[in-house]
């Protein structure tokens, strides 16, 4: 492009209905959709080459600037609210990754001293306040039922929301912090009452939902919204 040459990420979408270009602090991105061919793609960047320098003799200009760059990844649950994901490029940080939550919007400060991704570095995050809220609501449980697990684990399981094992042990899936807290809330009662009622008696129903009254809207919210849950963390914090 005007005698540069300029390295670009080809994306297929398949959600995609037209060709789009990004261009940021990380490099050049094309999103082409599924059904549009390559040679399109060389006709929108040959139409737009003007522009693309533009942009990344922008970004040159400013890269040695001192201060945060940043650009909004995406949206994501978290306690079942709609809020942005924004990414901070920010080269005055020094030590690990960190995440910074206000009403409406997760912020991941990038540090250059760090290797892990954004991506990974939300993940730990979203781990840590998934065990913060299992934990103050299996407390409050297990008190009542007087009963203490073995284990607590947070994992991140495909295809269960909570476990209790043989060994007592209970295992709660990380993405429970996406949904509304009384969706969580029942998933740990649930799978705390298993450590007195290991079957799915009657009895066992009749305890879970003496001890969680919202136990049927919560099993509803699932059945509608649990494909929201499993989201891929690496589309959202790019």
């Not at 990004?22 to 003007?50: H, K, W, Y």
């Not at 997760?106 to 760090?114: D, K, W």
């Amino acid at each position: 492009m005007g005698g540069r040459e300029v390295e670009f990420r080809l994306v297929s979408s398949r959600n995609a209905k037209k060709i789009r270009v990004r261009v940021g602090t990380s490099g050049v991105e094309v999103i082409q959709p599924q059904n549009r061919p390559e040679q399109d793609v060389a006709s929108f960047l040959q139409a737009n080459g003007a522009w693309i320098l533009d942009q990344l003799n922008r970004i040159e200009r400013f890269r040695g600037i001192r201060r945060p760059k940043q650009h909004e990844a995406g949206r994501l649950l978290f306690r079942g609210e709609l809020v942005r994901v924004q990414i901070e490029e920010d080269s005055r940080r020094a030590g690990a990754n960190r995440v910074v939550q206000d009403s409406d919007r997760i912020t991941v400060s990038l540090s250059p001293a760090s290797v892990t991704p954004a991506a990974r570095t939300l993940e730990n995050w979203l781990r840590k306040q998934a065990r913060e809220d299992i934990t103050r609501y299996l407390d409050v449980t297990t008190a009542k039922l007087n009963r203490r697990p073995g284990k607590v684990l947070i994992m991140g399981q495909r295809t269960k929301w909570g476990n209790c094992s043989s060994m007592q042990n209970l295992s709660f899936n990380w993405r429970l912090v996406l949904a509304p807290t009384f969706v969580l809330e029942y998933i740990v009662i649930h799978e705390a009452v298993h450590l007195a009622i290991p079957d799915h008696s009657l009895k066992f129903w009749l305890t879970v939902r003496s001890l969680c009254p919202e136990a049927e809207r919560a099993k509803q919210w699932l059945c509608a919204n649990s494909h929201r849950l499993l989201v891929d963390l690496k589309e959202v914090a790019v």
